[in-house]
């Protein structure tokens, strides 16, 4: 394998599909780690697919993906206003980490969900692509990793 692309969503996200349909679309975290898998492992990546609640484990998954990634794609969901403990975790990663929302955070009910904290410590950002964004972001990554 090339390298290892963690794909790392916040709370909330578990239950795509069932949550919101009309803002996250139907498809479950089971069909988005498929896609992402599907995009990833015919380039050679390998993913780590995870989804928690809690605050401490994300900074755990960050801790785990600090050195040596290929790269990781980030949605931080909830913890994009508040999670500074996690935020201090991406910034000691080595790799590209594209932040990715399914919804565009700045085209919402309220002004503060535009406001993200990672955003200043990420390569990227997309936002309102649905759940195509991780599979454009994961592109981006293979991409970037395969250059010579
Ligand atoms: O949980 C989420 C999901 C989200 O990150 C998105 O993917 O659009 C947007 C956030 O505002 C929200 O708290």
Not at 23 to 29: E, V
Not at 59 to 64: E, P, R, T
Not at 108 to 127: C, D, H, L, P
Request: charge should be negative; proline fraction near 5%; include cysteine.
């Amino acid at each position: 394998m090339p390298g290892t692309i963690h794909v790392l969503n916040g709370p909330n996200l578990g239950l795509l599909g069932q949550r919101e349909p009309h803002i996250y679309g139907t498809a479950t975290l089971a069909d988005l780690e498929r896609e992402c898998r599907a995009i990833a492992e015919p380039a050679g990546f390998d993913i780590v697919f995870h989804q928690t609640d809690a605050e401490h484990e994300m900074v755990h998954f960050f801790h785990a993906a600090r050195l040596g990634a290929a790269g990781i794609v980030f949605n931080p969901a909830a913890f994009t206003y508040a999670g500074y403990p996690i935020l201090d975790a991406l910034k000691m990663c080595d790799c590209p980490i594209v932040e990715v929302h399914i919804s565009n955070i700045h085209r919402r009910e309220a002004e503060w969900r535009s406001k993200s904290i990672m955003t200043q410590a990420v390569t990227g950002i997309i936002s309102g692509l649905g759940i195509d964004g991780y599979g454009l972001a994961i592109r981006h990554i293979i991409r970037l990793r395969s250059q010579p």
